[in-house]
């Protein structure tokens, strides 16, 4: 978006900018980790509320240069679609497999593959924005109702949009944004600085582990953790 100023053009990035963004990490990273094609609708709801919807909901706040929280709701059929090609991906035998999205395992490797996707996003801000964010530990849900959530006491003017996501089989999901109202205008041309390191090369250094890890520990703990974060949201 471009405005006119005393003659000169203002470029002036906006909400709509930072989804885009936002949008385009969540595509290529889920892209890159399955192997697969992902996309997006072209078309953006405006909406007032966020929410967590069955049947795997995962939410991540950040703050810094702005504030804000990221939700995906995942079908069930989209999140076993993603989940088998990225496990497969990293090695894993399909025989090994989880059968059932209320499995920790499922919910481990999507709070993952959501912590790459935030992780990629930050690191686009910082180039892109010029400005930093930082992000809690994303929270991720196996649910049969749903939680609104709310952060508009964080907020002073606060925006929410909504995109629909396709996998490889049209399985949906979908992305939920909350931001403060803010713009980012350039005062001057200046060349973005460059990533430290290429989604190819933070997967395959982090993935491999992390999906290994993921498949193997916290099968006890995640139940308590889930509980406890059910308890929190009044559920």
Same mark, same amino acid.
């Given at each position: 978006?471009?405005?006119?100023?005393?003659?000169?053009?203002?470029?002036?990035?906006?909400?709509?900018?930072?989804?885009?963004?936002?949008?385009? +990490?969540?595509?290529?990273?889920?892209?890159?980790?399955?192997?697969?094609?992902?996309?997006?609708?072209?078309?953006?709801?405006?909406?007032?509320?966020?929410?967590?919807?069955?049947?795997?909901?995962?939410?991540?706040?950040?703050?810094?240069?702005?504030?804000?929280?990221?939700?995906?709701n995942f079908s069930a059929p989209a999140?076993?679609?993603?989940?088998?090609?990225?496990?497969?991906?990293?090695?894993?035998?399909?025989?090994?497999?989880? +059968?059932?999205?209320?499995?920790?395992?499922?919910?481990?490797?999507?709070?993952?593959?959501?912590?790459?996707?935030?992780?990629?996003?930050?690191?686009?801000?910082?180039?892109?924005?010029?400005?930093?964010?930082?992000?809690?530990?994303?929270?991720?849900?196996?649910?049969?109702?749903?939680?609104?959530? +709310?952060?508009?006491?964080?907020?002073?003017?606060?925006?929410?949009?909504?995109?629909?996501?396709?996998?490889?089989?049209?399985?949906?999901?979908?992305?939920?944004?909350?931001?403060?109202?803010?713009?980012?205008?350039?005062?001057?041309?200046?060349?973005?600085?460059?990533?430290?390191?290429?989604?190819?090369?933070?997967?395959e250094q982090a993935g491999r582990a992390?999906?290994?890890?993921?498949?193997?520990?916290?099968?006890?703990?995640?139940?308590?953790?889930?509980?406890d974060l059910l308890k929190s949201l009044?559920?």
């Amino acid at each position: 978006m471009s405005i006119q100023n005393a003659g000169e053009q203002e470029t002036v990035y906006g909400t709509e900018e930072i989804l885009l963004s936002l949008c385009d +990490s969540v595509s290529k990273v889920l892209a890159v980790a399955t192997q697969t094609r992902i996309h997006y609708s072209s078309m953006v709801q405006r909406i007032h509320k966020t929410c967590l919807k069955p049947d795997i909901g995962c939410f991540v706040l950040f703050d810094g240069g702005f504030s804000g929280l990221v939700v995906i709701n995942f079908s069930a059929p989209a999140a076993m679609e993603l989940y088998e090609h990225y496990m497969l991906n990293m090695g894993m035998s399909k025989s090994g497999l989880a +059968s059932s999205y209320t499995s920790d395992e499922v919910s481990n490797v999507m709070g993952e593959l959501m912590n790459q996707i935030v992780g990629d996003f930050t690191r686009k801000v910082s180039r892109d924005f010029q400005t930093h964010i930082s992000q809690n530990q994303p929270k991720m849900l196996a649910l049969n109702k749903q939680v609104i959530l +709310s952060v508009d006491t964080n907020l002073d003017q606060p925006e929410a949009r909504r995109v629909t996501f396709f996998t490889a089989q049209n399985n949906i999901f979908y992305l939920e944004l909350a931001i403060d109202r803010t713009e980012f205008i350039r005062l001057r041309d200046a060349a973005p600085s460059e990533d430290a390191a290429s989604p190819d090369d933070v997967f395959e250094q982090a993935g491999r582990a992390a999906a290994q890890a993921d498949a193997a520990s916290e099968a006890e703990s995640g139940g308590d953790e889930q509980e406890d974060l059910l308890k929190s949201l009044g559920m």
